[in-house]
């Protein structure tokens, strides 16, 4: 399950297996948007599935349906860990790599998530985009969650360090490729299966998604940090790290209008772990260097 759409393996009768996608009604321009992104950054050399076929018009199903092909492995986030160290270091080369690649796209005619270089839901700065995130995610938490010291220390750093915000460059970044969506096979990025949108601003902010959602699931993120760590140089640059992987947490926590699969249950590991990592990353931002 997906944001607002189902995946599905679909074994096919000559033995070989497609992937189908199955959106809502009303968000087949996603697919109109994999299949854009798609193209541009197969044209750079990122490894992206490619689409065997789509029909948005609903006269094959009663909904939107995307067939693309089956890359090898499983969800970074799946897999991690049990990577070798000597494996967590090829998926962060490669993963630097694709950055790399990333930056031969132009830069965006904004800031946020896009389906394509003329759409006009984009944002006039990186700031915008930090606060949308922000009070997106807590706008759909209960009235309890929202007492808590994080939520005040995030809102506080994101407004301080707003003028910086507002000198990011609208860098073209994977908006969706953090511990999910990266497929990993022997060691090695084998595809980025969500193209659905590319952001624009800050590259660092995915890794801060990836960082919360592996720390959920087990005891290190050292691959991510090894990414990151580039980014990571200069002034308070630790602390939009620490900021990010925040946010990210408090969207992972949030139940959101789009959601099919909705947050972790409350009562899990998953949730309880992450409402930890909210209150250090949170702590971590807020603190002036």
Known sequence: MGRSHFVFTVGLASGECVIARIARPDRGECFAGFAYWRRQLARVGIPV?????MDLTGTVL???????????????????????????????DDLIDIQHRMRSLPSGP??????HYADLRC???WSDVLWEYFTGAV????????????????????????????????????IDAT???VLVDSGRVTAIVDLDEVGFGDPLFPLGV?????????????????????????????RIFDLYSAIACLKMLAPSPLSVAGPPSADSQIAARLWALLDAFAAAAAHKE
């Open 139 to 174: 706008n759909h938490l209960m009235p309890t969650q929202r007492q808590g010291p994080a939520i005040e220390e995030i809102r506080r750093t994101i407004h301080e360090l707003s003028p910086q915000f507002d000198r990011v460059a609208p860098l073209p970044y994977l």
């Open 49 to 53: 599935p490619r689409v065997l076929s």
């Open 179 to 181: 511990h999910q969506n």
């Open 110 to 115: 904004g800031y946020g998530g896009i389906a």
């Open 62 to 92: 009663s909904w939107p349906i995307m067939l693309i092909e089956q890359a090898p492995g499983d969800d970074l986030c799946n897999v991690y860990a049990d990577l070798t160290a000597v494996e967590k270091r090829s998926v962060a």
């Open 210 to 238: 990836a960082r919360a959602g592996l720390l959920a699931r087990g005891p290190e993120a050292d691959c991510i940090e090894q990414v990151a760590a580039p980014l990571c140089v200069g002034p308070n640059r630790q």
């Open 123 to 125: 944002h006039p700065r």
